[in-house]
């Protein structure tokens, strides 16, 4: 069974910063494309960053220069380092294991940002 086990949720102010985690095994973190969604009340889940298992990296726009994605290979851990938070980065941020057939997902962090 695929375990994805987030932490680093909380509440921040605006332009404050906060760091996710996401653990998993090692067969998963080595084969997927490891990535962390958001899904804010009313709104469609969206990515946010993506991590292939050959270090290429994507962002939403709306969170490029922000936001970073990073992976520790020792540890089976993928980071979301979140900087300048803003409000409307409130939302329930979802670590995923994507493969070409299906994904993973991990059981959700509350992130929330006040103004």
């Known amino acids: 069974q695929v375990q994805l086990v987030e932490s680093g949720g909380g509440l921040v102010q605006a332009g404050g910063s906060l760091r996710l985690s996401c653990a998993t095994s090692?067969?998963?973190?080595?084969?997927?494309?490891m990535g962390w969604y958001r899904q804010a009340p009313g709104k469609q889940r969206e990515l946010v960053a993506e991590i292939s298992p050959g270090g290429t990296m994507k962002y939403a726009d709306s969170v490029k220069g922000r936001f970073t994605i990073s992976g520790d290979k020792a540890k089976n851990t993928v980071y979301l380092q979140m900087n300048s938070l803003k409000p409307e980065d409130t939302a329930v941020y979802y670590c995923?294991?994507?493969?070409?057939?299906?994904?993973?997902w991990g059981q959700g962090t509350q992130v929330t940002v006040s103004s």
């Open positions: 090692g067969d998963i973190f080595k084969n997927a494309a």
């Open positions: 995923a294991a994507s493969f070409v057939l299906y994904k993973y």
